[in-house]
């Protein structure tokens, strides 16, 4: 199916939510410009408590940058092999850790429908890092996602949601839920 | 299409991104078990910092739980109209706000993949919910989602994700991102 010109995977939202892994090792492959901007769109358009988007997002690209932000996370080889590099900030009131995850998810899951795998890194120096892409005492880090064709090649379509969603890495439902 | 039993509704992952709207107003229908079921499993089946996993999903159900609950929500009527209503606790160390707020938006995306509205609701009073269903002083909540089918009839596929990305209602992409 082709939209506005995009060819459109159709990929079930379920499917994407339950086959969903994280990816850290990246393919040698660019990562088009209309994928990379449905990813900051995906972002852009996340809910957020009183509709406050309190979310930023730097595309890190120059190799000095990327550098730089390798070194200021704790995994700085998923940076450096990764096609597209996003540093997710957040400022102000609220719940803007929550308003940050919330965007992010829909950042993977968008990234994942178009064959794209990625992982949220977390940082180990946060002054490097703000030295690296230039921010302020306010601004606060959420998280830097790495972007890149899988490494290896992944097939969301091979099983049904069902069968995605029997992970011996997660903690059974009966664990997890409670009625009241 | 059918998938082990459950009618499948492929609704593109992008799609489901960019249409979806919170929704606070609620048809008097139930949610099936296995579309309830199929929430639970997005949220738990999610990614976190370390696979900590740090959530646990309360389904507030009774109605003396129900009232307690609406009562301490900023929005009571949300919960007082929703036809499936989960509190999101966290506890723990590490970016869990982030962590609850990424399987919040998997369980937000599964729901509407299958027709149903949903809103996080902000907590006015984090004692009042505690004693209502249950939870001791280390439990963090995340917030109170509360579910249903929209009142008004919701037609994502009536347009494209390009479509639905033009809203009024949020920042421009120019003014969120940054190239370094």
Redesign the interface.
Known sequence: MV??GIR???????????S?R?VRRYADRPIPPEVE??I????????S?Q?R?P????????PE?RERTAAAVWAGDNVRGAALVIAVIVAGKG?V??????????M???A???GVGAC?N?IADRDKLAA???LTEDDHF??VLTFGYPARDVHPDAR???E??E?A???P?EE?????
Chains 1, 2 share one sequence.
């Open positions: 939209a506005h459109w995977r159709a990929m079930d939202a379920f499917l994407a939510v339950a969903r994280e901007q449905r900051l769109e995906a972002g852009r358009v996340s809910g408590s509709n988007q979310w930023r997002f730097v595309v890190v690209a120059s940058a719940p850790s929550f308003d940050a995850g919330r965007a992010t998810q829909n993977l899951l968008t994942w429908n178009e949220p977390g690296a892409i230039g959420a998280t049904t949601p069902e995605w969603l992970r890495d997660r903690r439902l997890l839920v409670e009625r009241r």
